[in-house]
């Protein structure tokens, strides 16, 4: 487990770096796509949503029983329909990233302007981590930027 501060800036600018946000979103689909074959099953999809044990009932310190499993099965099926924008019976990469771009977008607002301190899961690839570590490397690389400008002036001055 990590500990990030970011905020909903953090998170945009991150879905804003084209590559950067490619580059993980499909990892995270290659991880998903079981059998290799470029696509998501419902199967597969549904793996990876149980993998956050968002619906174990007495979670968080809950006292709320674990819901029905046919009430499990509809929200899973929902999901799935979310991602499956063609209706096709599968996920692609494309429409992955899409709902992806869509759930962050919607997590930044969530999150707003007030920096929060937040508890990321630093083994699954958390894409909140991964968007805390984006803003880190601009930061750094505009200090580098500063500090190369700082020292061509220096050495021109100098000469």
Do not use: W
Request: charged content about 30%; some cysteine; hydrophobic content about 50%.
């Amino acid at each position: 487990m990590s500990m990030v501060v970011l905020d909903g800036s953090t998170v945009r600018s991150f879905v804003a770096d084209e590559a950067a946000f490619a580059r993980s979103v499909d990892a995270r689909f290659a991880a998903l796509d079981a059998n290799g074959d470029g696509v998501l099953s419902r199967a597969e999809l549904r793996r990876a949503l149980e993998s956050f044990r968002l619906l174990d009932g007495a979670g968080f310190g809950s006292a709320e029983p674990a819901p029905l499993p046919g009430e499990v099965a509809a929200l899973y099926d929902a999901v799935f329909e979310q991602f499956d924008a063609d209706h096709s019976g599968a996920v692609d990469r494309a429409e992955f990233r899409g709902e992806m771009r869509r759930i962050m977008l919607a997590v930044a607002d969530g999150l707003g302007c007030q920096p929060l301190q937040v508890a990321v899961d630093d083994e699954g690839g958390s894409f909140l981590l991964e968007a805390a570590e984006h803003e880190a490397a601009m930061i750094a690389a505009r200090v580098q930027e500063d500090r190369d400008r700082a020292a061509a002036q220096e050495a021109a001055d100098g000469k």
